[in-house]
């Protein structure tokens, strides 16, 4: 059963997904949607009607309907209209009749509307978008002029644009949302089954953002672009679509390079920072940069809330086909209002609970609220940006954001190839990565590093043995008597500390007076390998991540087991006696911190984890250690786990051996380090 803790922060994230998508509706039903309403169409059929008694009232200023108005529209500026006081004052020639109540973008006829109806007249209706939404029902160039209600009068709502500006219309139209709209949809298939909590939040924030393009797609197909509630659901896919980006961005970050949450493993800002919170009583360097930076983002949050609304509107003509371009009122209000001020207020929220938690480890709550604000933030920007700077040339707006939307899109699948080694290995997704990758294959670079494929030195006499005390019973088991000069068997729990790892396993070398074979019994180990210099030693390196293969028999079993359940905690006979397992790691925290920040820390390493699987070299190792091993299954059923249990091979301990014995016996399995050089990452990586 997953801990309530980690159910609140999945309640919590699809809340505020409900809760940041139902509040503007709430707000839309509550003011526009309040009113009787119809649309421009609407209203151009019920005033063009034989024997209609519909009346065309423009409430703008007299300036704005000198410059421009429909024509057969009546001028009746809202300050005149809001000054009636009763039914009687109404002028006489539109007592009786239908009002159809017109302002410049749609917002003041709701008001005149309401006013009017509270005064006594109750068959008044708001124009829907105003005249902004109106230009766009005026769509040929070549209508008579002063056709009444189809036609302007002053300035001319057609606009020509030249053969470049409507062939980079098409081009965006009909290539950059198309292409990007695939790849959004092909990066989701790729992640389905991933279990990464980084790639997790990265796949569901590719399918909000193709359903909200999806949507777009929808309303200019079917609706004719007419449909607010299609524009709404574009939008809001966009600012979900943001707000998971920016969690997958800061999970990946903390996961995989800050180690931050990693409670029990050195964080990467340690040389930065200096004392530390994960091993003394002060308060954490990174929550103090946390709340500068929510700071700064809150104060941002200001600039789109003074911006300008625009009710630009003109009609164009694109290869031959009539287009409005146009960007309601309506639309800016959800960016350049609405978006700023969920995103101060989520914001907000994350610096609160930051601010009363010092000297704790960083809440997941905060990092929610905080991808939260910024999603909402980054989508205002984004439409601030372009609206503001094509303002007067919407063609420009349009087509520098759909080409920035395909940018982004290339941008992460070319990291995810580029990095796929590591980040997909075992994504469990749809789509063959391996295929994929293949344009960006990694290979072993020549040089110090040799694998099977190249010319090996003969091996020097004595030989040295560094494992992690996890293989000692295997290795000494099956290493014939006398083979290395030497053993050394570290500390399982070093590799919760890469560097310290990396520090001890150096030293040891360091130490060596022979020129040495150093076998390594180990794999890259969280890169607690990465940079250990070989000397004037030779160094022999399983090819394997950690210890998992090695006890599994080979990198294929690994595989195998990784995709039948990727979020697996490993347990052995090693592992159990040297007590490197989450109910032991539980129990130390409680001592240190109490239980409530104990279950804190515990939960954010473990809590990923879907399976316990002992790992058993025999069937005395079963009967030894089987009763420890569902002890702490059953500690980790608090996050939904499982317990299995699987006969473990010793395939790759006995080639270890024969290999330290033959260097000819190195295969596929292992490289070697010449002297002189460093283990680097690369040789770990295996392609296709």
């Known amino acids: 059963m997953r801990t309530p803790s980690f159910k609140r922060l999945q309640y919590l994230v699809l809340a505020l997904i409900v809760l940041g998508g139902v509040l503007p509706l709430v707000w839309y039903l509550a003011t526009v949607g309040s009113v009787s309403k119809v ?22 200023p007299a300036e704005d309907f000198e410059r421009q108005h429909v024509e057969g529209a009546h001028s009746w500026p809202l300050k005149r209209l809001q000054a009636l006081t009763s039914l009687d004052e109404l002028p006489a020639q539109w007592q009786g009749k239908k009002l159809l109540i017109m302002c410049a973008a749609g917002f003041s006829g709701v008001d005149a509307v309401r006013h009017l109806r509270m005064i006594g007249v109750q068959d008044a209706y708001h124009v829907r978008g105003g005249l902004q939404e109106w230009v766009g029902t005026v769509i040929r160039q070549d209508q008579a002029a002063g056709a009444p209600f189809a036609s302007l009068s002053g300035e001319p709502a057609f606009r020509a644009m030249s053969l470049f500006e409507q062939w980079a219309a098409v081009v965006a139209a009909y290539f950059f949302k198309p292409w990007y709209m695939v790849l959004s949809l092909l990066l989701t298939l790729s992640l389905w089954r991933t279990r990464a909590r980084d790639l997790a939040a990265l796949k569901w924030s590719m399918l909000a953002f193709f359903s909200g393009e999806a949507w777009c797609a929808v309303n200019y197909l079917v609706f004719k672009e007419t449909s607010y509630l299609a524009e709404f659901l ?43 919170i994960k091993t003394e ?5 990174a929550r103090k940069v946390l709340l500068l930076l929510i700071a700064v983002s809150f104060i941002l949050g200001f600039i789109p809330l003074q911006a300008d609304f625009n009710s630009i509107s003109y009609n164009t003509s694109i290869l031959g086909t009539a287009y409005n371009y146009k960007h309601l009122a309506l639309y800016q209000a959800f960016e350049k209002r609405y978006c700023p001020g969920m995103a101060m207020a989520l914001l907000a929220a994350a610096f609160i609970i930051l601010w009363r938690q010092p000297r704790r480890p960083l809440s997941p709550f905060v990092w929610v609220f905080f991808s939260a604000g910024w999603g909402a933030l980054a989508f205002s920007f984004f439409r601030l940006l372009f609206g503001t700077v094509f303002e007067n040339h919407l063609i420009w707006s349009t087509f520098w954001e759909e080409l920035t939307e395909l940018v982004f899109l290339c941008a992460v699948w070319g990291l995810l190839l580029l990095f796929r080694q590591t980040l997909l290995g075992e994504a469990g997704g749809i789509l063959p990565w391996p295929v994929l990758g293949r344009i960006l294959r990694v290979s072993p670079s020549p040089g110090l590093a040799y694998s099977a494929r190249l010319p090996i030195p003969s091996a020097p006499q004595e030989k040295v043995l560094i494992a992690c005390e996890v293989l000692k019973d295997p290795l000494t088991k099956f290493a014939p008597a006398g083979l290395y000069q030497k053993s050394f068997f570290l500390d399982y729990g070093l590799h919760r500390y890469p560097d310290r790892l990396r520090e001890e396993i150096q030293t040891i070398i360091d130490r060596l007076s022979e020129p040495s074979l150093v076998v390594l019994g180990y794999g890259l180990c969280g890169n607690g390998l990465r940079g250990v210099k070989a000397g004037k030693h030779t160094l ?40 490197s397992h989450p109910l032991n790691e539980y129990e130390e925290y409680m001592k240190r911190y109490g239980r409530s920040q104990a279950e804190m820390i515990i939960d954010t390493q473990y809590r990923h984890i879907r399976r316990v699987a002992f790992v058993a070299q025999g069937q005395e190792d079963l009967e030894g250690y089987r009763r420890q091993a569902q002890e702490v299954a059953q500690f980790c059923q608090r996050w939904g786990a499982r317990y299995e249990e699987i006969l473990g091979d010793d395939a790759y301990i006995r080639r270890l051996i024969e290999a330290s014995q033959d ?3 190195i295969g596929d399995d292992f490289f070697v380090v010449l002297p002189g050089g460093l283990i680097q990452s690369h040789p770990f990586l295996r392609s296709g």
């Open 39 to 60: 649309r421009p169409e609407e209203a151009i059929r019920m005033l063009t009607r034989q024997g209609s008694d519909a009346i065309l009232l423009d409430i703008r």
């Open 234 to 276: 574009h939008s809001y896919g966009m600012v979900v679509g943001f707000g998971l980006f920016v969690y997958s961005l800061i999970e990946g970050l903390d996961a995989r390079i800050m180690r931050l949450s990693a409670w029990g493993q050195r964080c990467a800002a340690l040389d930065l920072c200096g004392p530390c």
């Open 281 to 285: 009583e002060v308060d954490c360097g």
């Open 540 to 579: 022999l390196v399983p090819r394997v991540d950690d210890c998992i293969p090695l006890l599994l028999g080979s990198n294929e079993n690994h595989r195998q087991q990784a995709k039948a359940e990727p979020a697996t905690f490993y347990l052995s006979k090693g592992w159990l006696k040297s007590g």
């Open 663 to 665: 260097f000819t016996q």
